[in-house]
Nanobody, 121 residues
Framework: QVQLVESGGGLVQAGGSLGLSCAAS????????MAWYRQAPGKQRELVAR???????NYADSVKGRFTISRDNAKNTVYMQMNSLKPEDTAVYYC???????????????WGQGTQVTVSS
C-alpha cells in the first residue's frame, strides 16, 4: 500500500510565502515523476509543477518565477516553495507521483489527499 502524505499549506496574505511537502511511503521500488496539481473552486484540476527523477522541472506559466519544485529521492519526498503568492493561487493543492512498487510491475499513479492554500488580498 502506497500513500502520499502532504503537509504545509494554510492561510497567507498576498505577497507572502508558503511551503508544501509530500512524502511517499509504503511498498515503493522506484518513483518516476512527482508533481503538484491544484484545483480552485469551480475549476478543473491543473498542473502546477512537475519534476522528474533526474531533477528536470516544468512549471505552469502562471507560477514560473514564483514557485520552485524540488525533491529528495532518498526520502521519497517532493517539495514546493511558493513565493509572491497571489489570491488567484488559492486552491486545494494535490501531490502526485508515478510509482513502481516492484521491479516486475508497471507504474501506477498516486494522489495525495490535498491541502488547502488560501491567499488573502
Amino acid at each position: 500500500q502506497v500513500q502520499l502524505v502532504e503537509s504545509g499549506g494554510g492561510l497567507v496574505q498576498a505577497g507572502g510565502s508558503l511551503g508544501l511537502s509530500c512524502a511517499a511511503s509504503g511498498s515503493i521500488f522506484s518513483i518516476n515523476d512527482m508533481a503538484w496539481y491544484r484545483q480552485a473552486p469551480g475549476k478543473q484540476r491543473e498542473l502546477v509543477a512537475r519534476i522528474t527523477s533526474g531533477g528536470s522541472t516544468n512549471y505552469a506559466d502562471s507560477v514560473k518565477g514564483r514557485f520552485t519544485i524540488s525533491r529528495d529521492n532518498a526520502k521519497n519526498t517532493v517539495y514546493m516553495q511558493m513565493n509572491s503568492l497571489k489570491p488567484e493561487d488559492t486552491a486545494v493543492y494535490y501531490c502526485y507521483a508515478i510509482i513502481r512498487i516492484d521491479s516486475r510491475t508497471y507504474t501506477y499513479q498516486y494522489w495525495g489527499q490535498g491541502t488547502q492554500v488560501t491567499v488573502s488580498s
